[in-house]
């Protein structure tokens, strides 16, 4: 879970599920779909890379009524009706609050969010490099549904990179 600030609160990191995007409107599409799985805000953290940083004037995109791509409007015409009264929400408390949110993604630091849980600065080196100027990580706080939040990242275009986001450095005496 991530705070206001964007940094890392009570996460652990087995309960972290993390995909490489490079579409920003894939990326869209994957946000989308964790809202309508019920995930919160605090729940879901956008990180760039340094160069991507330098090349946004504002955030990373965070309109949910934004395009999406094709693909996402046509598995989502057939739910449409679900869609609109909260399917997938565990309850109607859960869809009024994750309508109510202004963001629909916490904006984190990748540097700081992956030294705080331990992975190693040449892994994370790694990772900024592979995201590069144009692509962005979601990173997802996932509980008990790492497998169903991989899925739903992956079928939105999304590269799995969770054992690259949780490989903890090893330490050495």
């Known amino acids: 879970m991530w705070n206001q600030q964007g940094q890392m609160t009570a996460t652990k990191p087995a309960d972290l599920v993390a995909a490489l995007f490079f579409n920003e409107m ?15 805000a605090g729940q879901i953290g956008v990180a760039l890379s340094k160069r991507g940083k330098l090349g946004h004037t504002e955030s990373v995109p965070c309109d949910l009524r934004g395009k999406h791509s094709i693909l996402w409007k046509f598995r989502h015409s057939f739910e449409h009706d679900l869609h609109e009264s909260g399917a997938g929400l565990s309850s109607t408390q859960d869809a009024v609050v ?24 040449a892994t994370i080196n790694l990772l ?19 497998d169903e939040i991989e899925s739903i990242l992956e ?7 969770t054992v690259m986001a949780t490989e903890r450095a090893k330490i050495t005496s």
Do not use: H
């Open 26 to 40: 894939s990326a869209r599409d994957a946000i989308a779909d964790l809202k309508i799985a019920g995930l919160r």
């Open 98 to 121: 994750a309508r109510a949110e202004t963001t629909p993604y916490t904006e984190v630091d990748l540097d700081d969010t992956l030294r705080g849980i331990g992975v190693a600065p």
């Open 128 to 146: 900024d490099r592979e995201i590069g100027a144009n692509g962005m990580l979601i990173l997802v706080d996932a509980g008990d549904r790492c």
């Open 155 to 161: 079928q939105n275009r999304g590269m799995s990179r």
